[in-house]
């Protein structure tokens, strides 16, 4: 009976008893085989009980946490499941180079698992991590944190896969603030392939000025904008630029702020021109 009774306090105080008053005792009622009980506990078995519910959600915790194949887990997992059972699905359309998953391979390896391999219950293919997946294999790790998730029908799962990758590629990265994030890291003597950057990349992303402010400059110092009007611009090789000239018949003029006369009184071309002028061109040649 002793037994049967600290079962039922436990489960009383982790399912249905609020707070006890410092000081009170509390009372509830378990019904049981169509015949109500009552429990009576004082404070202290209470709180004995709660430190119990304590202690095995801390257990819990500490096996999402653990290391698999010497590769720690940061993530929660349904199971660590032998690596040459995880499929994966023949109809992924994302297809990964041999660049990227060795990428991949060495942040898993310096990381850990950030995110598990998902696999459906319903296929037993991989639905998300495809790319994970290679970059495991190419580790030669013998198990992975795979999550089993439920799918209610073929187009769920294929929809799952397809929007996981496609909702990636519709964001927007903000130059300018990335570079101030890898050159902070860099500061720090962070090793800065861990972010996906190769070398190139990264020198040319730290080193030259930001897109924005190089543009402007150009702008200010070759284009004389008018208040409340619409422009559009042509973007044009060199050589494009040349027959851009011949086409729309482009005068040299100064630049903003020379005075007429100056030294400087053909130091450009035109940069703008109204829509009747290359209406016109256009007409002209057909």
């Known amino acids: 009976m002793a037994v049967l009774e600290d079962k039922m306090a436990c489960f009383v105080a982790k399912k249905v008893l609020p707070a006890p008053l410092p000081g009170a005792p509390y009372t509830a009622t378990v019904a049981q085989n169509t015949q109500s009980r009552v429990l009576t506990r004082n404070n202290e078995r209470y709180e004995m009980a709660k430190k119990v519910i304590k202690k095995k959600t801390a257990k819990k915790t500490a096996k999402q946490v653990k290391s698999i194949c010497d590769i720690e887990v940061h993530c929660s ?107 902070e890291l860099g500061e720090a003597e962070a090793d800065l392939s ?40 042509v973007i044009c090789t060199p050589e494009e630029y040349e027959g851009a000239k011949d086409l729309l018949k482009l005068k040299q003029v100064r630049r903003g702020g020379y005075k007429e006369g100056s030294a400087f009184d053909s130091v450009g071309w035109e940069r703008c021109i109204n829509y009747e002028r290359l209406k016109n061109a256009i007409r002209n040649t057909k």
């Open 77 to 183: 997992y349904s199971e660590a499941m032998p690596i040459e059972e995880v499929t994966p699905n023949p109809r992924n359309p994302n297809k990964h180079p041999d660049e990227q998953i060795a990428l991949l391979a060495k942040i898993i390896r310096h990381q850990g698992w950030r995110n598990p391999v998902v696999v459906s219950s319903r296929s037993g293919f991989v639905v998300k991590g495809h790319g994970r997946l290679q970059a495991a294999r190419l580790l030669q790790l013998g198990s992975i944190p795979v999550d089993v998730q439920y799918y209610k029908n073929e187009a769920a799962e294929y929809s799952d896969m397809i929007a996981d990758n496609r909702i990636a590629e519709l964001s927007h990265i903000d130059n300018k603030a990335l570079k101030g994030l890898l050159v």
């Open 194 to 233: 861990l972010t996906g950057f190769v070398e190139d990349e990264l020198a040319k992303m730290i080193e030259e000025p930001d897109a924005g402010e190089e543009n402007f400059n150009l702008f200010e110092q070759s284009v004389q904008m008018e208040p409340a009007k619409e422009f559009l611009v």
